[in-house]
T-cell receptor
Framework: DAMVIQNPRYQVTQFGKPVTLSCSQTLNHNVMYWYQQKSSQAPKLLFHYYDKDFNNEADTPDNFQSRRPNTSFCFLDIRSPGLGDAAMYLC???????????????FGPGTRLTVL | AQKVTQAQTEISVVEKEDVTLDCVYETRDTTYYLFWYKQPPSGELVFLIRRNSFDEQNEISGRYSWNFQKSTSSFNFTITASQVVDSAVYFCALSEAKGTGFQKLVFGTGTRLLVSP
């Protein structure tokens, strides 16, 4: 029944060591989003894909990159993680058809990243 | 600019009490959408409800109910007879009805609900 899947659920990396988080979906949605959520804060949008079109938020650091090889999968790459990048990373999808505002985003369970 | 305010940072109740989570929003648009999401300790954001700006009918789903009042720009969420499993952080969010494809959600800061036995 899982619709948006994230792996791994917990990831530990070392300062400066590249890390990749993955997200997959069974909803066949056009749009996939990556959010960063720090403790006691709301999720913060990093970027999204509409189909193959990548859209970065203006304040997303260059250290964060994303790839979407096909409709089902999307990856978040952190090139050189710093201590400040420790957070929960949430993937979400929405259908992308019709009026965007009326869409509903469905979230995965998240990956909790620890940077040592 | 759009803004969502959840003034209650944390609420503690005892099981079976009713509790209301407040959400106040700001937008210049006449057409917009409001959402509530639940985030239990496991971390996943669970969609609860979507409401468009033209539908001011209150909605009830089991123990959950929502009161949308455009006159006060509020979209409050009530849990009746709360249970321990309701313990979570609840986020209210707003999106504009512009364009197609990408949806930009503006989240409130969330309200942490603690329900004790």
């Amino acid at each position: 029944d899982a619709m948006v899947i994230q792996n791994p659920r917990y990831q530990v990396t070392q300062f400066g060591k590249p890390v990749t988080l993955s997200c997959s979906q069974t909803l066949n949605h056009n749009v996939m989003y990556w959010y960063q959520q720090k403790s006691s804060q709301a999720p913060k949008l990093l970027f999204h894909y509409y189909d193959k079109d990548f859209n970065n938020e203006a304040d997303t650091p260059d250290n964060f990159q994303s790839r979407r090889p096909n409709t089902s999968f999307c990856f978040l790459d952190i090139r050189s993680p710093g201590l400040g990048d420790a957070a929960m990373y949430l993937c979400a999808t929405s259908s992308g058809g019709g009026l965007a505002g009326a869409d509903t985003q469905y979230f995965g369970p998240g990956t909790r990243l620890t940077v040592l | 600019a759009q803004k969502v305010t959840q003034a209650q940072t944390e609420i503690s109740v005892v099981e079976k009490e009713d509790v209301t989570l407040d959400c106040v929003y700001e937008t210049r648009d006449t057409t917009y959408y409001l959402f509530w999401y639940k985030q239990p300790p496991s971390g996943e954001l669970v969609f609860l409800i979507r409401r468009n700006s033209f539908d001011e009918q209150n909605e009830i789903s089991g123990r959950y109910s929502w009161n949308f009042q455009k006159s006060t720009s509020s979209f409050n969420f009530t849990i009746t007879a709360s249970q321990v499993v309701d313990s979570a952080v609840y986020f209210c969010a707003l999106s504009e009805a512009k364009g197609t494809g990408f949806q930009k959600l503006v989240f409130g800061t969330g309200t942490r609900l603690l329900v004790s036995p």
